[in-house]
């Protein structure tokens, strides 16, 4: 009789660890930047990268066609969304200014020029094969002179038969995209 519960036991034990096996998770492609864009200041913060539930999460989500939201569980992005893509700004505002750029907390001891924040809307793979960012951006500025806000609407493609790699590097163009809409919009 002891045997049969170890046995029962031993295979509800590799039926859990079945059920729990990691996810995958996928980083985003970083794209070069090529080319070059003046801004106005020398110094800019990302302050806030504000994302909306399902772009925050962890999982991957695609909005199908009859608009309803959907993720796996089992595929992930590598880090999380809203550090992530603070983190992708920065590095091509700077790649494209030559400013220097941080997300908050700020890392230096002078002061930033000008901080950004930016809250979006709708960060999401679609059913047509677009990955779409939709938001407000708004540039704080100590001397509140050359304060503006404005609103984004960005698009690129992607296959959407790809899976989570397709979509991974979509985000990564798709962040490339809005740092130059920033760069030229509100930064200049």
Do not use: K
């Amino acid at each position: 009789m002891f045997s049969n519960f170890s046995t029962i036991g031993a295979l509800a034990l590799l039926t859990l660890a079945a059920c729990t096996a990691a996810p995958d998770r996928y980083v985003v492609p970083q794209p070069s930047v090529a080319e070059q864009q003046r801004i106005a200041f020398r110094a800019v913060e990302i302050r806030e990268v504000s994302l909306p539930a399902y772009a925050a999460s962890d999982e991957i989500s695609r909005l199908d066609a009859d608009g309803r939201l959907s993720s796996d569980g089992g595929t992930l992005w590598a880090d999380t969304p809203e550090r992530a893509v603070a983190l992708e700004l920065a590095r091509h505002l700077a790649g494209l200014s030559g400013a220097r750029v941080a997300s908050a907390p700020w890392p230096f001891e002078s002061f930033p020029d000008a901080r950004l924040d930016l809250r979006f809307e709708s960060l999401v793979a679609e059913a047509d094969g677009r990955f779409r960012a939709t938001g407000q951006y708004f540039v704080a500025v100590p001397d509140g002179r050359r304060e503006r806000s404005g609103l984004f609407d960005l698009a690129v493609p992607f296959d959407p038969e790809g899976g989570p790699q397709a979509i991974a590097a979509a985000r990564g163009q798709i962040m490339l995209d809005l740092a130059r809409f920033v760069a030229r919009a509100g930064l200049r």
